[in-house]
């Protein structure tokens, strides 16, 4: 008999959302599993008619219903889907159709968003959100283009509110003390606002968390990146690794965008040193929050010791870390761990999850990942997609399928390689599989890293081309 907590969450997942850790990974996991399956198959009723990706996908895959969970993974669209138009749509101010692209890819009716005033990728954003629920998040580009996913505010609520849960504690895991908004929050962050997903998540913080005590909240840079910068960059980055940055031609507005980028960054110095003032000097002795991936760490430890600084904080203080040498393309010394401990000798937390996921994953006391139970974790054969088997521990591309979002289709194939433990029984005591902390990129292991579907070697590039179709020029 299904417990009457899981039979709420039937018709109101998004419940799942608002519990606490403890509460939420002592749920039965043969109940959460049933859980997940009739939200993906829900999800999969109301969405299909509304997204014209997903209605193709499933058309070429003759897929009307599944009877296993599993059957749903070949419906899954890859991570690289979402970066799928044109470039050239950017570069000629194409906008109407960067619309007509993003519009095949979710449920909320663009067709009547008039672009024609739009002159840059950031006026085209802006006039997505003020005609339409959307609130579009971008990526950073380090691929050459960035990705534009079109979350809704519901998304953004769901994903902060995952946040302050997962650093909330569980059991004897620490808190930490975010919630109340007690404690002082910091990150060196190059820029304070934009739409990548973390100026975003800073955005998100200031409204709800630190919206009475904004002084509270401590980024490095106190710029803007508008995502023609980061479109920007990411072009100029992938030029130079293949050698043709002299051939890169920019228009006149991609031209004052570039010398933007270096007004901003030559006072990059200066905010190095009032954010070095902030953490050593004026944090001494508070409980504070500090967000700072090992990538970042590194050098303002390095920053640290040349002044004969270390931190001084509170003993209850959060350091939120993590992240692997090699995968932003940036290598770390052999002793950068050391490095990072000479500064903030303080315990490291971590966690793993991803921009198109609603739910996260905080590193828990046995050294493991446990995604939360909304989101349903798939591991495919990384060479045919094929699902592996859900039993003992498995190694292979993860999939996933977030059952809140309703802005966008919830299942996905990411780039990572995980290793499952599907029995559960980690020493933490959270019940249900785990992840181990060895997740790596595909791209970093192969040169190629293309998702293909055991069903139809050529499904996802039909959708690709869908989605291409409608902008083609």
């Not at 599944?66 to 101010?93: C, N, Q, V, W």
């Not at 954003?125 to 579009?136: G, I, V, W």
Request: glycine share 8%.
């Amino acid at each position: 008999m299904t417990s009457p907590l899981i039979s709420q969450f039937h018709d109101h997942p998004e419940a799942m959302n608002t519990l606490s850790s403890e509460t939420l990974f002592d749920l039965d996991w043969a109940e959460v599993r049933e859980l997940q399956f009739h939200l993906m198959k829900r999800r999969f009723e109301e969405m299909r008619p509304r997204i014209r990706v997903l209605d193709r996908l499933a058309e070429d895959l003759a897929i009307d219903s599944f009877a296993r969970p599993e059957d749903a993974t070949p419906l899954f669209l890859p991570h690289t889907m979402y970066k799928s138009y044109a470039a050239s749509s950017i570069e000629k101010g194409n906008y109407e159709k960067m619309t007509k692209w993003l519009s095949g890819l979710t449920p909320h009716d663009l067709s009547q968003v008039d672009t024609s005033a739009c002159d840059s990728l950031e006026t085209w954003l802006d006039t997505l959100e003020a005609n339409t629920p959307l609130r579009p998040i971008c990526s950073s580009g380090t691929s050459g283009k960035i990705s534009v996913f079109p979350r809704g505010q519901r998304e953004a609520d769901y994903k902060l509110n995952n946040f302050l849960q997962v650093h909330s504690g569980y059991r004897s895991e620490p808190d930490s003390g975010l919630t109340t908004g007690e404690v002082e929050y910091f990150c060196p962050w190059p820029v304070a606002t934009g739409r990548h997903n973390m100026p975003a998540h800073f955005k998100a913080l200031r409204e709800t968390v630190f919206a009475r005590h904004p002084e509270r909240m401590h980024i490095l840079g106190k710029g803007h990146w508008d995502v023609d910068m980061l479109w920007l960059s990411g072009r100029l980055r992938a030029a130079e690794a293949k050698g043709e940055l002299g051939a890169l031609k920019l228009t006149p507005a991609l031209e004052r965008i570039r010398d933007k980028l270096k007004i901003q960054q030559a006072g990059a110095q200066e905010d190095v040193e009032a954010f070095i003032e902030e953490l050593f000097v004026g944090a001494r002795g508070k409980r504070i929050f500090l967000q700072c991936p090992y990538g970042q760490m590194i050098p303002l430890a390095q920053e640290a010791k040349k002044r004969g600084l270390t931190a001084q904080f509170d003993a209850n203080s959060y350091i939120l870390a993590g992240g692997r040498s090699g995968s932003k393309g940036t290598v770390f010394p052999d002793d950068w761990f050391e490095q990072c401990k000479a500064a903030f000798d303080f315990p490291y937390q971590e966690t793993y999850g991803m921009t198109e996921s609603t739910g996260s994953a905080r590193l828990c006391a046995g050294g493991h990942f446990h995604v939360s139970p909304w989101v349903a974790i798939f591991q495919l054969d990384p060479d045919t997609s094929a699902p592996l088997a859900q039993q003992g521990t498995q190694t292979g591309r993860l999939a996933l399928f977030d059952t809140l979002p309703t802005s966008y289709w919830g299942g996905l194939i990411t780039g990572d390689r995980v290793t499952i433990n599907w029995d559960g029984g980690c020493s933490c005591g959270r019940n249900g599989p785990y992840v181990h902390n060895d997740v790596v990129r595909y791209s970093n292991l192969r040169d190629d890293d293309k998702v293909t579907c055991s069903k139809s070697p050529d499904a996802y590039e039909k959708a690709v081309e869908l989605a291409l179709g409608v902008i083609a020029d």
